[in-house]
């Protein structure tokens, strides 16, 4: 048979012996395939078919999702193994072998492969066809129009390159192929979607996206493998490069034991210890959901690992391999990725987000960094930490690269740290792919907050939330640990009338305090105050913190912060913030007062753990909530801050946050007002719209806002350019502009278009089409004020000497 190949080789470019061929028969003969037996498949050999490699590798990351030996494993092997197989088919072509040779031309061969689904699997074809068709451009719509063709459509034209593709096959002879095209077991669909229950459509949909995940992931390791000449990706995805979990776990207990005897015996660290001890307990129960309840300063950040990793092992038979830890912002990762490096080894973590820097000038000869880009890429790690946006927005996402790391969130602990803060509009998708993943994809759930109970199902609104019987309490509801000695260490002050208080007056009370934060609502407010204070105490420091600072910024003045309140404690130094919510979840202060200005019970609670965090005061730190003169931005927020008006004015005045009670109430009236599937995106699941689904499922509202990179230092400056070279290196501007905010995002201000205004005429595309900004504070110095960020308003800059950041 004339050779028919899937790839070039970047050094045998004209020459086809050094090319990957397209299928490899299968056979006895050790030249030939073994189907899933077949070494050269595991080793991803570069001589041998990428049709098997990537049936090989897709059928077994498809098994992989559920436990071992059962039906569910065995039946995704087969959809696994069909998809990796005819996934490439359309390259059996004419058209598609003359462009591997150099000729100019447009050739679609991902619907070939959808179209023998349709004609060989009529009752569940779209479980691949589907997965087929989408492998490269993202999975699409099955019958309604957006941006990519819909699947009935796609198949339906892609009829006549089938019958292209087997002419082709015969006038080659390639027998092997003929048959694997026809003979082969029929998959089963698993029986919880086949049986056409009230659900069957969702588990459908889940089930194809993690086919797809499984084929995306194959076919990149594979492509990549063969690519990389030595395989040495092949090499980093086999062996063993991650320590064991039962290693990570033992290493978890040392670090704990070593910080044990360091801390002092203090009624906090018994406390801490108590709620160690019931994680560890705990891990050894019954796979499903879990609360981990604990007050701000409790330690269950580490708690939280422990169970996880215990969880792990005791499951490990069952196929669970890693951890996953996801946080609403950005700035509790790198808090927390550094608490668990420390205790596990940086090598043992993968960091996911927006912000993290995964481009770098380094060629990919050094190991540690390939190997860190694919776990980034496919979460191929123990531990991983992201943010819920990551989490979420991949689960419901129709784009191959974000899908790609789906098929090794099944078989996890999943730590939804500071739960409340998932958006309750989106709860109607995230609670049943929840109950999907632990149902059906061998996952555990622990739902981890400091206020109570944010997940609990309300009644008369299921999509909210999660049965209670479903939920397995990891503190007992009767330890009421937020009453104890240690967590008891706050008394909160509210106002007693709803007239606001002046920031005239605000400011006069900051002064007076001699180490203070205050929380308000708007960046505005939060510079004006600053100013204020200055006013009044010129020769004293004053913080500010908002999202105009980019990343960088803040953290760069968190750490000062840190080191002042340490100094206040020593020698009495004055220390004042002024900040937006920003500071309210996982961000590590400890301050003797904060002033809130109204909000929600969740949020004054979160305030609240910023004050007298680790109990060394010998008085109980005060949390002072005041109705400020401007409110809370319009929806969410503000709803939250009006039902804590009305809850006060119900009791008299007095709400005591340590009571459970009070927070049921709270959310039970926050839900009664709520949509769970605000956007109305649930009957975008049940008809398989996933391009439209991925591309309205957004947690984070924020298309109307504009980056803007900010060149705040030579690091920054170093990135840009760089970046700017690849930008004029590519052809396409989704690759360059991947690299690019991945880079750039620590630097990074989004602005809304008023904003904008203010500022567009100093400043430049980050590259020719770019629809990000860059601005350069040291060619326009009035455009970035070294203490409160972007101005983007008309408010006079005051010197930096007054304010120290």
Not at 222 to 233: C, I, P
Not at 287 to 294: A, H, I
Not at 477 to 483: F, G, H, I, Q
Not at 575 to 589: K, N
Request: aromatic share 8%.
């Amino acid at each position: 048979p004339v050779p028919i190949f899937a790839h070039t080789h970047p050094d045998f470019q004209t020459d086809s012996s050094g090319w990957e061929p397209l299928f490899t028969p299968f056979g006895d003969d050790p030249e030939h395939c073994q189907r899933e037996h077949c070494s050269k498949c595991e080793k991803l050999a570069a001589n041998h078919g990428h049709l098997n490699k990537v049936a090989f590798w897709t059928a077994r990351f498809a098994a992989e999702m559920f436990s071992p030996e059962s039906t569910e494993s065995k039946s995704a092997w087969d959809w696994g193994y069909l998809a990796g197989l005819w996934h490439d088919l359309g390259k059996y072509s004419p058209e598609f072998q003359g462009k591997l040779k150099g000729e100019r031309i447009q050739i679609e061969h991902t619907g070939a492969g959808a179209a023998l689904a349709k004609e060989q699997i009529p009752a569940w074809w779209e479980t691949l066809g589907f997965v087929i068709a989408g492998h490269h451009s993202g999975l699409t719509n099955r019958r309604t129009k957006d941006s990519l063709t819909p699947l009935d459509d796609r198949a339906t034209r892609a009829s006549p390159m089938l019958e292209n593709c087997r002419r082709f096959i015969a006038d080659n002879l390639d027998e092997g192929l003929s048959q694997a095209l026809q003979a082969f077991e029929r998959p089963v669909i698993p029986e919880r979607i086949g049986s056409g229950g009230p659900d069957a459509a969702f588990h459908w949909n889940c089930f194809i996206r993690m086919i797809f995940s499984a084929l995306v992931d194959a076919d990149s390791i594979a492509t990549e493998a063969f690519a990389s000449g030595n395989e040495r990706k092949t090499k980093l995805r086999s062996q063993p490069v991650y320590d064991p979990i039962d290693v990570l776990a033992e290493r978890l207990d040392t670090y704990l034991d070593r910080l044990r005897l360091m801390a002092g015996d203090t009624e906090v660290n018994r406390q801490r210890a108590g709620i160690l001890q019931r994680c560890r307990v705990a891990a050894g129960s019954d796979s499903g959901f879990f609360t981990l309840n604990v007050p701000t300063g409790g330690g269950k950040t580490l708690a939280a690992m422990a169970f996880a990793l215990l969880h792990v092992l005791t499951y490990r038979h069952k196929g669970m391999r890693r951890v996953i830890v996801a946080v609403p912002y950005t700035s509790i990762i790198e808090q927390n990725a550094g608490i668990y490096e420390r205790a596990l080894g940086p090598h043992n973590l993968v960091e996911h987000h927006s912000n993290l820097d995964d481009f770098n000038d380094q060629e990919e000869s050094d190991e540690a960094t390939i190997r860190r880009r694919l776990a980034c890429e496919n979460w191929d790690a123990p531990v991983i930490v992201t943010t819920n946006v990551q989490l979420f927005e991949s689960l419901f996402t129709h784009k191959r690269r974000r899908a790609r790391k789906l098929h090794n969130i099944c078989n996890s602990v999943i730590i939804l740290d500071e739960a409340q803060c998932v958006p309750v509009g989106f709860m109607a998708l995230i609670v049943p792919m929840l109950r999907e993943l632990v149902d059906h994809y061998g996952c555990t759930v622990v739902i981890s907050t400091a206020t109570q109970p944010a997940w609990r199902q309300v009644r008369g609104k299921p999509a909210f939330g999660i049965a209670s019987e479903r939920l397995q309490a990891i503190i007992p509801p009767d330890a009421e640990l937020s009453r104890v000695e240690g967590f008891d260490r706050v008394t909160i002050q509210w106002p007693q009338t709803t007239t606001p208080l002046p920031y005239e007056d605000l400011a006069r009370m900051l002064a007076d305090e001699p180490c203070v934060m205050a929380i308000v609502h708007r960046k505005k407010d939060a510079q004006w105050l600053a100013r204020k204070l200055t006013e009044l105490r010129p020769a004293e420091r004053v913080y500010h913190l908002s999202t105009n600072m980019c990343p960088v910024h803040r953290r760069e003045v968190l750490e000062e912060i840190r080191t002042a309140i340490a100094l206040h404690r020593q020698s009495g130094v004055p220390c004042r913030i002024v900040s937006t919510q920003l500071v309210e979840a996982g961000v590590d202060l400890d301050l003797p007062v904060i002033y809130r200005a109204m909000a929600g019970l969740d949020s004054i609670a979160q305030a609240a753990g910023r004050c007298n965090r680790e109990g060394r005061m010998e008085r109980k730190g005060r949390v002072v909530v005041f109705h400020a003169e401007t409110l809370p931005p319009d929806g969410h927020l503000k709803r939250c801050a009006e039902i804590t008006t009305s809850m006060l004015a119900e009791f008299d005045g007095q709400l005591d946050i340590r009571d459970p009670e009070i927070f049921e109430m709270f959310f039970r009236l926050l839900y009664r007002d709520c949509k769970p599937d605000a956007k109305d995106l649930v009957r975008h699941v049940t008809d398989l719209n996933f391009e439209t689904l991925g591309k309205q499922f957004s947690l984070i509202d924020d298309t109307q806002q504009i980056p803007i990179v900010v060149i705040y230092d030579d690091e920054a400056r170093s990135r840009l350019r760089t970046v700017q070279g690849i930008a004029r290196s590519q052809s396409g501007e989704d690759v360059a502009a991947r690299v690019a905010f991945r880079a750039l995002q620590p630097y990074s201000v989004a602005v809304w278009p008023k904003g904008l205004a203010v500022l567009e005429s100093i400043l430049e595309p980050l590259f020719p089409g770019s629809i990000a900004k860059m601005l350069d504070p040291h060619l326009y110095p009035a455009s970035y004020d070294p203490v409160f960020g972007l101005v983007t308003d008309d408010e006079p800059s005051i010197p930096p000497d007054r304010l120290i950041c």
